[in-house]
């Protein structure tokens, strides 16, 4: 008789008991998918089974955010100016200046000579073609931009090799051949594929002025 009443006191119990640590491990989980942990996991977990590499991920993260700042790099013996993403590393010397972040770059060079022709542009790419067999161009047109002529070229490269996994990203490169006053100024606008900053490029295309 003492095991009959046990039974159901202690069935109400049990099952309070359960229903509690249900919801905890429930609560857990949810909490965990804002923070990042299973979201993050499920994202990598299908990343890797795409076959994407873990480079082209991070690549992900060069796109140029809506709020950058720009600023503007004035090159007075080259006679031009060009605006770029604040916080970019820069290198070069005059007429061969470079503007870099992860795989993002903005490579600009001046040099005299004629207005270019879709005809150049199409030899400048075959030329670089030859020391970089991973290049594939595009067909160059003729644009306007400012209110002046303008040549411009996509084409495609591997970048160079990671100097940890030696891996190489694909990379979409704009280029935009400017001419006035017998100078060619040549722009080559680089991102990974894969990552959006072309609201961003056609901003800087624009932004170039001869001085």
């Not at 006191?9 to 299973?38: D, E, F, Q």
């Not at 200046?97 to 770059?105: G, I, K, L, Y």
């Not at 005809?119 to 970089?132: G, K, P, Q, V, W």
């Not at 090799?161 to 001419?179: F, G, M, N, Q, S």
Request: net charge positive; proline share 8%.
């Amino acid at each position: 008789m003492t095991v009959n009443w046990m039974k159901p006191r202690c069935w109400p119990a049990i099952a309070i008991c359960l229903l509690v640590a249900g919801c905890g491990g429930g609560g857990k989980g949810s909490t965990a998918g804002p923070v990042g942990g299973a979201g993050q996991g499920s994202s990598a977990t299908a990343a890797a089974g795409a076959g994407v590499p873990s480079e082209a991920q991070s690549a992900a993260t060069g796109d140029i955010p809506d709020n950058q700042a720009f600023l503007t790099f004035a090159d007075g013996p080259a006679g031009y100016s060009i605006r770029y993403p604040e916080g970019w590393t820069r290198r070069g010397a005059a007429g061969d200046v470079t503007f870099q972040d992860r795989a993002n770059v903005i490579h600009v060079t001046v040099a005299s000579g004629p207005p270019p022709t879709p005809a150049d542009a199409s030899s400048a790419i075959a030329a670089l073609r030859r020391t970089d067999p991973t290049i594939k161009g595009g067909g160059p047109q003729r644009v306007t931009i400012n209110g002046s002529p303008v040549i411009k070229v996509t084409y495609t490269r591997l970048s160079a090799a990671d100097p940890v996994t030696a891996k190489r990203l694909p990379l979409t490169i704009d280029r935009y051949e400017y001419a006035h006053g017998g100078k060619t100024a040549i722009v080559d606008l680089g991102t990974p594929q894969g990552v959006d900053n072309v609201d961003a490029y056609k901003m800087i295309s624009r932004s170039f002025r001869w001085h």
